[in-house]
């Protein structure tokens, strides 16, 4: 993904140019569907307007497709989730049964 811009979140400069090492969402982010715990940021472009939304896992995996062609940035911190979940456990994003 190319360059578009510089961001500020929380109080620090972020570089949307490459991955992101540290964690830019945290507690005080909602979901503006549904004011769950955000842990997708999404910059997303029309044709006359950029504008930011953040998103739960739910809404953001419900909603992604349609989202894509007008992604400009995102930072996807989903993972986290996830974290506590041995790797031996876990296939591809489902539970091993």
Known sequence: MGALFHA???GVAVNLTGPVNAPILDHADRCDRCGSRAYVW???????NIGELFWCRHHW??????LAPH??????E???LFE???DDHWVE???AR
């Open 8 to 10: 500020q979140r929380n």
């Open 42 to 48: 999404t910059v997303l472009a029309f044709k006359t």
């Open 61 to 66: 995996l419900k909603h992604r497709e349609a």
């Open 71 to 76: 992604i400009g940035a995102m930072v996807n």
């Open 78 to 80: 989903s993972r986290q």
């Open 84 to 86: 506590h979940v041995k």
């Open 93 to 95: 994003g489902k539970a």
